[in-house]
C-alpha cells in the first residue's frame, strides 16, 4: 500500500474545487482499506472513502485526515435462469459502465440511470436515481467493509435502509461502512422506463412508439447532455456535481399553495410520485427542485463570481473557472435562501460535504 501525501482533491472531483488532503490512498483491495483505516486511527484522523468524486465538495482548506480513493475492480455478468440476470461490480467500476453492459445484454433495470457520472460504490450510498429509476430497485446486495469490527459482510437490499437519496450509508450508520462490491439484478428482455415527462417527450417529438432498451439510455444521455449533466472535456457546463439540490418531497396539499404562488393550475405544478421511503397514507408528492428555484427568479447562468447556475439547467452549481469552495457554497446558500422566502420550502442539497467545519 502507497500512502501519498499533501495531494490535491480538486482533481478528483468533477466540481474541480477544493484543498489537499493530508494523505491519500488509492486501492480497490479490502486488506489495504482497512490497513488503510488502521493507519488514520494510529495518526488520530478521520478517514474517507473517495469514489468517483461526482457527488463531492470539498472544502478550500481540504481534508485533515485519509482518503482512501477506489480504484479497479471486476465487472462480472451471470444469467439467474428465471429470465433474469445479475452484474456484480467491483465499487471502483465506472458506474455508465454497468449500464452499457445491462443495455448490451439486452436487461432493463438502469436504462435511464444512463451518463451518471461517478463510479459502483456510490451508487447504493446516495441510492443513485433519475428519471424514475433508483439503483435501490435492482440492488440485491452490497459486500462492505464494516470498518468498526474490522471484517466484510454482505448486506441485502432490505438490510442497506433505501430511501429517497437515502441508505444506512449516508445516515444511520454513516462512516461505518465501506462498500466494495455490488450486485444489481435485471430483468432479461424487460421494457424500458417511459415515466418522465422529458423521457417521453423525446420520442413523441421523434415518433418512436416503442423504443427499445438501448434507445431510452442513448436518450437519457442525449438529455442530460442538453441539461450539462453529462461529463464532456469542452464543456464548461459539466464542471458540476450533476444535479445540486434535491427534489423536495412534500404532502399534496402543498401544491394548490404553489400553484396560487405561481399563478398557474395545480395540474401546471411539476410533480412526481414520492419514491421510495415513503408510505402512501403520507400523500407524498416529489416536487421539481428546478421549477422552485426559477419561481424564486433564479435563472440558468445565474453567477456569484466564478460559481453559476448551469447555462443548461438550473439545478446544477458549476465551477465556471477557478472557483473555490466558499464561492460554490455561498451561490447554494443563495439558492435555498431564495427559495425559502418565496416558497416556504428548504431546499437540500445532494453533494457531500468533506474537509468543513461541523
Not at 477544493?18 to 484522523?45: H, K, P, Y
Not at 438501448?214 to 461529463?231: D, F, N, Q, Y
Not at 442539497?349 to 461541523?358: D, H, I, M, S, Y
Amino acid at each position: 500500500m502507497t500512502i501519498q501525501e499533501n495531494v490535491s482533491l480538486a482533481q478528483y472531483t468533477t466540481l474541480g474545487v477544493g484543498g489537499a488532503a493530508r494523505w491519500l490512498v488509492e486501492t480497490g483491495d479490502e486488506e489495504d482499506i482497512l490497513s488503510a483505516v488502521r493507519f488514520a486511527r494510529a495518526q488520530g484522523v478521520p478517514c474517507f472513502i473517495l469514489g468517483g468524486g461526482s457527488n463531492l465538495l470539498v472544502s478550500d482548506e481540504g481534508f485533515d485526515g485519509v482518503v482512501v480513493r477506489m480504484a479497479g475492480g471486476a465487472l462480472q455478468w451471470a444469467e439467474a435462469g428465471d429470465g433474469t440476470a445479475s452484474i456484480t461490480a467491483g465499487a471502483g467500476v465506472e458506474w455508465d459502465s454497468v449500464v452499457r453492459l445491462a443495455v448490451e445484454r439486452n436487461c432493463a433495470g438502469v436504462e435511464c440511470l444512463a451518463g451518471i457520472p461517478g463510479s459502483v460504490g456510490g451508487t447504493p450510498v446516495q441510492n443513485v436515481g433519475a428519471y424514475g429509476q433508483e439503483v435501490a430497485q435492482t440492488i440485491v446486495r452490497v459486500r462492505a467493509l464494516d470498518l468498526a469490527a474490522e471484517k466484510a459482510v454482505d448486506l441485502a437490499a432490505a438490510e442497506c435502509g433505501f430511501g429517497y437519496r437515502r441508505s444506512i450509508f449516508n445516515s444511520t450508520e454513516k462512516g461505518r461502512y465501506a462498500v466494495t462490491r455490488v450486485e444489481y439484478r435485471l430483468a432479461i428482455g424487460g421494457k424500458p422506463l417511459l415515466e418522465y415527462r422529458d423521457v417521453k417527450n423525446y420520442f413523441a417529438e421523434r415518433g418512436v412508439a416503442r423504443p427499445t432498451l438501448a434507445e431510452t439510455a442513448a436518450a437519457v444521455r442525449e438529455i442530460r447532455a442538453r441539461k450539462g449533466m453529462l461529463l464532456v472535456a469542452d464543456d464548461a457546463d459539466s464542471r458540476s456535481a450533476g444535479s445540486f439540490f434535491k427534489n423536495p418531497v412534500v404532502r399534496v396539499e402543498e401544491i394548490s399553495r404553489l400553484a396560487a404562488i405561481a399563478g398557474c393550475r395545480v395540474a401546471d405544478v411539476p410533480q412526481f410520485p414520492a419514491g421510495w421511503g415513503f408510505e402512501p397514507e403520507d400523500c407524498a408528492v416529489k416536487l421539481s427542485a428546478a421549477w422552485l428555484i426559477e419561481l424564486a427568479g433564479f435563472r440558468k447562468g445565474f453567477a456569484m463570481g466564478r460559481a453559476a447556475l448551469s447555462t443548461k439547467h438550473v439545478l446544477a452549481i458549476v465551477n465556471r473557472g477557478g472557483a473555490t469552495a466558499g464561492e460554490i457554497v455561498a451561490l447554494r446558500d443563495a439558492v435555498i435562501g431564495g427559495v425559502q422566502a418565496r416558497t416556504g420550502i428548504r431546499l437540500e442539497q445532494e453533494p457531500v460535504l468533506l474537509g468543513f467545519a461541523g
